[in-house]
T-cell receptor, first 114, second 117 residues
Framework: GQNIDQPTEMTATEGAIVQINCTYQTSGFNGLFWYQQHAGEAPTFLSYNVLDGLEEKGRFSSFLSRSKGYSYLLLKELQMKDSASYLCAVRAAYSGAGSYQLTFGKGTKLSVIP | GAGVSQSPSNKVTEKGKDVELRCDPISGHTALYWYRQRLGQGLEFLIYFQGNSAPDKSGLPSDRFSAERTGESVSTLTIQRTQQEDSAVYLC???????????????FGDGTRLSIL
């Protein structure tokens, strides 16, 4: 089966750095996505990793270790607008049924406080 | 339009009724996905359409659920004889063809919040 784990909630201070971890156990691996979802809104794409290492995109970075089944999303210079849920999602298969669906974790609700 | 559009945004109906949810994908996106998000749970995959290929229905929870898509345009998700457990937010996403490149992100609509009384 597929299992993706993330912390349920996190709190961080405006201007600080926060790291949101994601661990996964899936039957295969073909990429990991991070999405941001504000309450009542659509998830929006943040980052994609398929090879080991760090991908940086402005204030957001995402890291992947395939051997450990582990990823993290790093948010720097936190702003109040970063308060949202952050969803980790894995594309598990290479081909056949279920190849292109994403399997999502339950999301991490981040609260940024002044 | 600029993004994925879903309608209605909210739907309240009585148990046993049929409901139809609509998704209008981003123009040019050949792939379309339906997910369900129950309260406190992660998104659950329901069904995937890609061009004229047979849809991947592996995520549909029961035969009460069905979906159609005409070409590469609008899709409808139908739930027959609704039950209270069907209450959730139903999200639609679209993307460019993922079969060549696995990094094509899925772009989501705001969802339809379905409440079964």
């Amino acid at each position: 089966g597929q299992n993706i784990d993330q912390p349920t909630e996190m709190t961080a201070t405006e201007g600080a750095i926060v790291q949101i971890n994601c661990t996964y156990q899936t039957s295969g691996f073909n990429g990991l996505f991070w999405y941001q979802q504000h309450a009542g809104e659509a998830p929006t794409f943040l980052s994609y990793n398929v090879l080991d290492g760090l991908e940086e995109k402005g204030r957001f970075s995402s890291f992947l270790s395939r051997s450990k089944g582990y990823s993290y999303l790093l948010l720097k210079e936190l702003q109040m607008k970063d308060s949202a849920s952050y969803l980790c999602a894995v594309r598990a298969a290479y081909s056949g049924a279920g190849s292109y669906q994403l399997t999502f974790g339950k999301g991490t609700k981040l609260s940024v406080i002044p | 339009g600029a993004g994925v559009s879903q309608s209605p945004s909210n739907k309240v109906t009585e148990k046993g009724k049929d409901v139809e949810l609509r998704c209008d994908p981003i123009s040019g996106h050949t792939a379309l996905y339906w997910y369900r998000q129950r309260l406190g749970q992660g998104l659950e995959f329901l069904i995937y359409f890609q061009g004229n290929s047979a849809p991947d229905k592996s995520g549909l929870p029961s035969d009460r659920f069905s979906a159609e898509r005409t070409g590469e345009s609008v899709s409808t998700l139908t739930i027959q004889r609704t039950q209270q457990e069907d209450s959730a937010v139903y999200l639609c996403a679209s993307s460019l063809d993922p079969t060549g490149y696995s990094n094509q992100p899925q772009h989501f609509g705001d969802g339809t919040r379905l409440s079964i009384l």
